[in-house]
């Protein structure tokens, strides 16, 4: 299986501020990488796939990049909706596996 | 727009088999090169991916869970089922299914509400 390391696990930020996660994979993985924001009691939603590209409907702000095994997501400036828990994932190779999670606070 | 609704029984006894059904809406099961998966989140936890099928009943099982789960497609219904054999209070989640779309890269892309399911006696 590949593993997937996300970091920081949890975050502190203001509206406004900039803020990078990152994933980190056990093996190379190209561009197979997606970005995933979950609020609490909801369905995940995905925001970036294939490393890159910005899902239909997802606000600019949100962007996404890095190959192989290192990959970000960035939220260019906060909005009070973004506060929620990002995951990232590969798929690459099944089984599909998902980053622990950071948790993205005020 | 598609539309993923999972329903089964909230309360499963130990050893016994989970059962869920995913009902697809707003589009044909059958069109397009899409999978269709299940995956799960345990309370406070992160998500793990159970497996997923393809229309033609081809399907992909995690091997962590290889062994209990069988998931199978019923095109004329337009639903697809989880099967998870002798439960524990481990396999206690909130259960999704998801459509498992490609565009350069398959990346899950319509999900369903979830559905928690615990294991107790």
């Known amino acids: 299986d590949i593993q997937m390391t996300q970091s920081p696990s949890s975050l502190s930020a203001s509206v406004g501020d900039r803020v990078t996660i990152t994933c980190r994979t056990s093996?190379?993985?190209?561009?197979?990488l997606n970005w995933y924001q979950q609020k609490p009691g909801k369905a995940p939603k995905v925001l970036i796939y294939?490393?890159?590209s910005l899902q239909s409907g997802v606000p600019s702000r949100f962007s996404g990049s890095g190959s192989e095994t290192d990959f970000t997501l960035t939220i260019s400036s906060l909005q009070p909706e973004d506060f929620a828990t990002y995951y990232c994932?590969?798929?690459?190779?099944?089984?599909?596996?998902f980053g622990q999670g950071t948790k993205l606070e005020i | 727009q598609v539309q993923l609704q999972e329903s089964g029984p909230g309360l499963v006894k130990p050893s016994q088999t989970l059962s869920l059904t995913c009902t697809v809406s707003?589009?044909?099961?059958?069109?397009?090169?899409?999978?269709w998966s299940w995956i799960r989140q345990p309370a406070g936890k992160g998500l793990e991916w159970i497996g997923r099928?393809?229309?033609?009943?081809?399907?992909n099982y995690n091997p962590s869970l290889k062994s209990r789960v069988t998931i199978s497609v019923d095109t004329s219904k337009n639903q697809f089922s989880l099967k998870l054999s002798s439960v524990t209070a481990a396999d206690t989640a909130v259960y999704y299914c998801?459509?498992?779309?490609?565009?350069?890269?398959?990346?899950?892309?319509?999900w369903g509400q979830g559905t928690l399911v615990t294991v107790s006696s």
């Open positions: 998801a459509r498992d779309y490609y565009d350069t890269a398959y990346y899950f892309d319509c």
């Open positions: 707003g589009g044909s099961i059958s069109s397009g090169s899409y999978y």
């Open positions: 099928i393809y229309t033609s009943g081809n399907t």
């Open positions: 093996q190379s993985i190209s561009n197979y």
């Open positions: 294939a490393a890159s």
């Open positions: 994932q590969q798929s690459y190779s099944t089984p599909r596996t």
